[in-house]
């Protein structure tokens, strides 16, 4: 476990240095090295994926169940995610200064759980469960990026915030659906508005809000954007980390192990 600690730390150091050098880009500086923040960044996600394969061979199972593995799992979608749109988009390298950063925060957070493991439960022992985590790393990624970019506003095009806030939900709501089928076969209903679950579609219901929104000309004018843009995301932070510690939900059966 010191060993899994250490390694894990040092996969967080990586992240947080290439937050910074790009910090460094933002405010003029550094401009040579920005793709070298790119290389450590993508330094520390080979290391990330490498932990979690490993995890897998040892356990043999996907590494998606347990607290510490969502959080970490998580950390590695965002930083994928980034990644890949930095790759694809350029204009979108410099929100590494907000997403590295983030993605280190939940390294260090994912080691304040339990690192073992455990006989997984029929109600595990689904493809819907799988697709349904999956899905779930894939929004945080997306989420997380997107309000990088809105806290950004003078780097990047609102046309491209508005794409990134639209994946950011077609994610959730893909993540929701799935979430639906995994409930039907593990608890025999699709609904039953579980904390979690009305969370979750407050949620897609504030992203769908914020995305007609800005479609009104009026409002993007306006310095509330930034508000509006960033309320979903941290409903969707709250609705996956925090609601579980302030109330009873059928996730806490596995996710605090």
């Not at 600690?5 to 790009?22: D, E, R, S």
């Not at 954007?225 to 939900?249: C, D, I, Q």
Request: proline residues 3%.
């Amino acid at each position: 476990m010191r060993d899994l600690t250490t390694v894990q730390a040092g996969i967080a150091l990586l992240y947080l240095m290439g937050g910074v050098v790009l910090a460094g880009r933002l405010i003029g500086r550094w401009q040579r090295v920005e793709r070298a923040a790119v290389g450590v960044a993508l330094v520390g996600g080979s290391l990330h994926l490498a932990m979690l394969l490993q995890r897998w061979l040892e356990f043999g199972r996907l590494p998606i169940v347990t607290r510490y593995e969502n959080i970490s799992v998580d950390s590695l979608a965002v930083v994928g995610i980034y990644l890949l749109a930095q790759w694809r988009i350029p204009r979108l390298r410099v929100c590494g200064v907000l997403v590295l950063p983030a993605a280190a925060i939940g390294m260090v957070a994912a080691l304040w759980y339990n690192r073992g493991s455990f006989p997984l439960s029929p109600a595990l022992r689904t493809e819907w469960m799988v697709i349904h985590a999956t899905l779930n790393s894939l929004a945080l990624g997306a989420g997380t990026l997107a309000a990088a970019a809105i806290v950004i506003p003078s780097r990047i095009h609102a046309e491209l915030k508005g794409r990134l806030l639209a994946w950011a939900l077609f994610l959730w709501c893909a993540m929701i659906a799935a979430g639906s089928c995994w409930a039907s076969l593990s608890w025999g209903r699709f609904w039953g508005w579980d904390p979690i679950e009305s969370w979750a579609l407050a949620t897609a219901l504030v992203y769908a809000f914020v995305l007609h929104l800005r479609l009104k000309g009026n409002w993007r004018a306006t310095k509330s954007r930034l508000l509006f843009g960033l309320v979903p995301f941290a409903m969707m932070v709250f609705t996956t980390y925090g609601l579980l510690l302030v109330r009873n939900s059928a996730h806490s059966r596995y996710l605090f192990q």
